[in-house]
């Protein structure tokens, strides 16, 4: 595979990996704050209602493309070496681990334990509390690692330019 096509597979990494870490941020910094400021009945059904949504747009082929993009990445800059080969394996491993595996291990259950419950019941008001926190901590590590392996696909993307 030629040196542009990978360069060109990078740039392509390094947005989707800016678009899933924009959309973390914008969780990590407002989102969540402002949905914990209301009732929890409220901000139960608003996240519930978000977490119906979400898998029905093209947020889930951005998430999961970008990560089979790292993967490929990751595995021809290990066959290919060169310059920004380790940055490449770094942004797929960032953005595999951290971002990927992060949202299926602790993300989703909660996403799964809060969509159990009635909004309006006593249950979720007392769920609500907790899950606020913990996807919160747990979103920040996945804003951190997208954010990082963007970052890791540009250096190696300006790395292969210098060749």
């Not at 006593?122 to 590590?141: F, G, I, M, Q, R």
Request: a positive charge.
């Amino acid at each position: 595979m030629s040196g542009t096509i990978i360069m060109l597979l990078s740039g392509a990494a390094a947005i989707g990996c800016g678009l899933i870490a924009g959309l973390f941020f914008a969780f990590s910094v407002f989102i969540m704050k402002a949905l914990g400021a209301i009732p929890a009945n409220e901000g139960v059904a608003a996240m519930q209602s978000i977490n119906a949504a979400i898998v029905k747009t093209s947020f889930m082929p951005v998430f999961f493309g970008t990560g089979l993009l790292g993967a490929a990445l990751a595995v021809l800059a290990i066959m290919r070496s060169g310059p920004g080969a380790s940055m490449l394996i770094a942004g797929g491993l960032l953005y595999i681990l951290g971002t990927l595996a992060v949202t299926m291990i602790f993300n989703v259950p909660l996403n799964n334990k809060l969509a159990a419950f009635a909004s309006a019941s006593p249950e979720a008001a007392k769920v609500w509390t907790a899950y606020l926190k913990d996807w919160t901590v747990w979103n920040h590590v996945r804003t951190a690692a997208s954010t990082a392996a963007c970052a890791a696909y540009i250096v190696a993307i300006a790395a292969m330019a210098r060749g």
